[in-house]
Structure formats: structure tokens, C-alpha cells
């Protein structure tokens, strides 16, 4: 199933922003998946896309935020921008991986979403205890692709 341009979509997000994005099958327990990114549009179309392909979005604003939500939920995968309000994606991720941080599942993997990308950036973040990274602009086939290899690999 795809998704077309006569079906209703999130009333926040920009139309042309989500072209065919696939549908996939709900399984029995959504995947969680917690966006951190203070751009409320790249928000918006982030939540957007997972929650059409079936999955459960949550979000923060801050690396403050994140660790709050980790603190109270599971989640099964977690997409961070690298620029925060607070603090760098770096210094969020070194939170949530410190076992006195007291996050659910410390372990969960953590895919940089970023535009300020070098070419180290993939080994930087695995050396910052990220588990990959994804470059804007990103396609929804993209994005999904990543989402899903890192979500089935989650707890």
C-alpha cells in the first residue's frame, strides 16, 4: 500500500514533503521511536513518517527532553540531530549510554540525523557510542530503510 495524493495526510506536514512513502503491515507492538530534533517542521515530517509506516513516534526538543522520555519509556530506537537547544547530540548520547542516567535501555540505538556531516562523521559517532547516521536531506525511503534495520535490531 502506498500513500497518494488524494489520502488524508498529518494536517501540520507539507504534502509534497512525503511522496510514496510505503506502508507496511502493523505487527502486534508498534516499534517506539524517539525523534529528537528542535526544528518543528523536520519534526513533523519525521513523526509523520514513521507513524504512516507504523510506527509509534515520540519527541523531544532538547537532550534534556530525551533523557526524561528514556527515563520513563522504552524505546526501540532513537533519531538525534546533531545541533540541540541545550546540547550536541554527542553530549546527548554520552547521557543516555551513562548507566547512572537511569534511561530504560541505555543500549538503544541512536542514528545521528544531521546536515553538518564530514567525511568521518559515520566513525565519530560510532566512537561517541551512536550506532550510525543518516545525512539531510534524506529521502523517506532513506530514512525507513535505516529506521527499520535499527528498530529490528533494538530490544
Known sequence: MF???EEPIHPIT???CIDMV???PSSARKKRVLVVEDLHSIRNILVTILELDGYEAVWAVNGRQALEKLQLQHCDLVLMDYRLQDMDGFQATALIRDPA???V???V???MVSGYGHDGILAECIAMGMNDYLAKP???DQLLGMVHRWARAGH
Open 109 to 111: 540505538p541512536i542514528i
Open 101 to 103: 542516567s537511569c534511561v
Open 138 to 140: 534524506f529521502s523517506g
Open 22 to 24: 510505503p506502508l507496511r
Open 105 to 107: 535501555s541505555p543500549g
Open 14 to 16: 507539507p504534502q509534497c
Open 3 to 5: 500513500l497518494t495524493m
